[in-house]
């Protein structure tokens, strides 16, 4: 028979290592309430365990789609409670299939900026060619 499995905790240095988010990008997170480490070390430094790497790699992933920093919170806790089973389950997915909705269209307008950003690259790739 097995214990309980024990949770893997990392310095912030290998968070940032692993999520590849620097430091300051980490504790700004953290200030800010999304992110708060399991635990400190006797010497005081902070421990992440890998739910709260977890919880930066969503992070990490809404920034380039630019949800608020209140919407993160809201999302992430709206993940815990899933992942928990508390809560109002249909409501709760209801509003993940918001946060989801949003991400799509999110994602639509970047792959139309980039379509734009693109066809501009190609014009001065064509005058480029032209100068020859």
């Known amino acids: 028979m097995t214990g309980p499995r024990r949770?893997?905790?990392?310095?912030?240095?290998?968070?940032?290592?692993?999520?590849?988010?620097?430091?300051?990008?980490i504790r700004f997170y953290e200030e800010n309430g999304l992110v708060i480490p399991t635990t400190r070390s006797e010497g005081g430094f902070r421990l992440y365990s890998d739910s709260d790497v977890a919880r930066l790699e969503v992070i990490k992933r809404m920034k380039p789609l630019g949800?608020?920093?209140?919407?993160?919170?809201e999302l992430l806790t709206l993940l815990a409670e899933l992942d928990s089973g508390s809560g109002d389950r249909e409501r709760l997915r209801d509003r993940l299939r918001m946060f989801h909705e949003a991400a799509t269209a999110r994602v639509t307008a970047l792959q139309e900026q980039l379509a734009v950003a693109e066809g501009f690259a190609d014009t001065l790739a064509g005058h480029l060619d032209a100068q020859r």
């Open 67 to 73: 949800f608020s920093l209140e919407e993160m919170q």
């Open 7 to 25: 949770e893997r905790l990392v310095q912030i240095g290998q968070v940032a290592e692993q999520t590849g988010l620097s430091l300051r990008t």
